[in-house]
């Protein structure tokens, strides 16, 4: 049985649907992100399975199932709770206690007794870091640091579910790394099921599913590999200058479906089998135009352009509907 268990969940904040109709699952020891930018859904979806938020429910539509370990999160919402550690977006702690204050506050709110409570601690301080920082406040935490501390407040009480809502964002790419790091880690060694919402395609790429999420619809999902190669054999890198222009002249092409800079290069979205004409006309108009370019070549495609494609997808057939 998986350890998060999402079927049909809708979730409405007057005349927005904010969650519509979502499923998926996470396995133990599997990592899944849910990706998506600012407003897609992805918080709101997190605060459902924590027992933050209520779902909505829909005239005739199939019966919403929420399980967090088996137990359901709403008929057994201190149950399911128990099982799980939740680091939300903003640091939530208190920031006048010491680094093992907090711990130690947190554990004891888990239920943990003295016993227990004491070399989980220590045992967890020492996994992200923290060890050395026990005596400090809160307060005076660097922002990774903080999100350390964050983590290990989620996990004082060896929970078998991680919820982490954007983790790293505003933090520098150094801590984002050792987080990451600890994750890996965290799963690898406790077998803990992890949902992870992040807009940073790099730490998509880290999950072991992903589901791209867009007006509160899961757009598609999948393992990282698998979406890039939907794109196998149609995407382009173009370097050269000036951009601005090489991006008109490529969008100019009507085999080109998309131009997006990455950088400083070009991504081309290509139709199937066009790559090789499109590389020529692009030379020979860049050459005519006064241009100048560096290199062009097919690349493997990336999360981000799987994400650009799927969005201008949907956006068309927003259109469509409005049509």
């Not at 990451?180 to 998509?204: C, F, H, K, N």
């Not at 190669?229 to 092409?253: C, M, Q």
């Not at 085999?255 to 030379?283: I, N, W, Y």
Request: proline share 5%.
């Amino acid at each position: 049985m998986p350890q998060i268990q999402v079927s049909h969940l809708f979730r409405f904040f007057g005349s927005n649907q904010a969650v519509d109709d979502i499923s998926f699952s996470v396995e133990a020891g599997e990592i899944y992100g849910l990706i998506g930018p600012d407003g897609a859904g992805k918080t709101t979806t997190i605060r459902l399975l924590c027992g933050a938020l209520l779902p909505g429910r829909l005239a005739n539509a199939p019966e919403t199932i929420l399980r967090i370990a088996g137990k359901d999160v709403l008929r057994e919402t201190d149950e399911a709770r128990s099982h799980l550690g939740y680091l939300p977006q903003r640091f939530s702690l208190y920031e006048e206690l010491t680094v093992l204050e907090n711990l130690r506050f947190f554990a004891e709110v888990r239920g943990l007794s003295a016993r227990l409570w004491q070399p989980r601690c220590m045992e967890i301080l020492e996994f992200v870091g923290l060890a050395e920082f026990i005596d400090r406040r809160a307060g005076q935490l660097s922002g990774g640091m903080r999100q350390k501390l964050g983590l290990a407040a989620a996990l004082v009480h060896s929970p078998e579910v991680l919820l982490l809502d954007e983790p790293t964002t505003g933090v520098d790419p150094v801590t984002r790394q050792d987080f990451w790091q600890l994750i890996i880690r965290l799963v690898a060694e406790e077998g803990v099921a992890v949902l992870v919402s992040t807009p940073y395609m790099d730490e998509a790429a880290r999950c072991g599913r992903v589901g791209f999420m867009r007006k509160g619809i899961i757009l598609v999902e999948g393992r990282p590999d698998e979406l890039r190669a939907s794109l196998n054999g149609r995407i382009l890198e173009v370097h050269g200058e000036p951009l601005t222009r090489l991006r008109a002249l490529a969008r100019e092409d009507g085999d080109v479906e998309d131009a997006q800079l990455f950088g400083d290069r070009l991504h081309l979205r290509v139709k199937p089998g066009t790559t090789g004409s499109v590389m020529h006309r692009l030379e020979a108009s860049v050459i005519g135009q006064g241009g100048r370019l560096s290199s062009i070549r097919p690349i493997t495609p990336q999360l981000e352009d799987v994400f650009i494609n799927l969005l201008e997808g949907q956006a068309g057939g927003d259109q469509l509907a409005m049509e």
